[in-house]
């Protein structure tokens, strides 16, 4: 079984919908992250939580909320979507210090 | 914010030869760390080096960090069609890691 979980792997929605992306890790890792990937751009970071009561903003987190619902699950809200958010979205996990980040398999987001 | 900056973008290669890809950054670092994502898939941590560090070897990977010129320099050497695949680095400063564009590797069997 995966270590971080994505669902769902795929998803293609209108504009205007809410969505919700879900992260859970079986690595007993305080910390996790919500990237998005776009061709050309690299991995932006969305937000961050370094534990269950903390979150934080990262570069472009307008237009997205999250939720850290417990230390394994974190997920990313699009409130109202619209197409410029079409994207690869990552889900990371890490201990902290200089431990390394594990990613999830992704989920690929189309917004029509 | 810290952002690494690979280059060169793509490069295709015959298996056996070596693969060089560079980096650059404009902040102070902790570490700085390389990366591995296959066609569809998340990332993948390949070797991480400290700011005081010069060179570091895992396997068939050799990491370079110059902190006066600010960048870094991955080599896999005798590389395998396995190895085909997109490469990034991220700088690690502020218990965040900010991720360069990424270079696409081809390896031709």
């Known amino acids: 079984d995966a270590d971080v979980t994505q669902t769902p792997r795929n998803r293609i929605t209108k504009t205007g919908k809410r969505i919700m992306l879900e992260c859970s890790q079986t690595?007993?890792?305080?910390?996790m992250y919500w990237y998005r990937q776009d061709p050309g751009l690299g991995l932006r970071l969305i937000y961050y939580?370094?534990?269950?009561?903390?979150?934080n903003k990262g570069e472009i987190s307008d237009g997205y909320s999250v939720s850290r619902q417990a230390q394994a699950k974190f997920s990313l809200s699009l409130e109202s979507a619209i197409p410029n958010q079409t994207a690869l979205y990552f889900c990371?996990?890490?201990?902290?210090?200089?431990?390394?980040?594990?990613f999830g398999d992704g989920t690929r987001l189309s917004i029509l | 914010s810290q952002q690494g900056e690979e280059d060169p973008q793509a490069l295709s290669i015959q298996e056996g030869e070596n693969a060089t890809m560079n980096c650059s950054y404009k902040?102070?670092?902790?570490?700085l760390q390389w990366y591995r994502q296959n066609s569809g898939r998340g990332l993948v941590h390949l070797i991480l080096?400290?700011?005081?560090?010069r060179e570091k070897h895992s396997g068939r990977l050799r990491v370079t960090l110059d902190t006066s010129k600010k960048s870094s320099s991955l080599l896999i050497t005798a590389s395998r069609a396995a190895d085909t695949a997109s490469y990034f680095c991220?700088?690690?400063?502020?218990?965040?890691?900010?991720f360069g564009k990424g270079n696409q590797v081809v390896v031709i069997p």
């Open positions: 991220a700088t690690n400063g502020n218990n965040r890691l900010a």
């Open positions: 690595k007993g890792h305080d910390r």
């Open positions: 902040t102070s670092i902790n570490n």
């Open positions: 990371a996990t890490s201990g902290g210090g200089e431990q390394p980040q594990h």
């Open positions: 939580s370094f534990d269950v009561k903390d979150i």
């Open positions: 080096i400290r700011s005081n560090e």
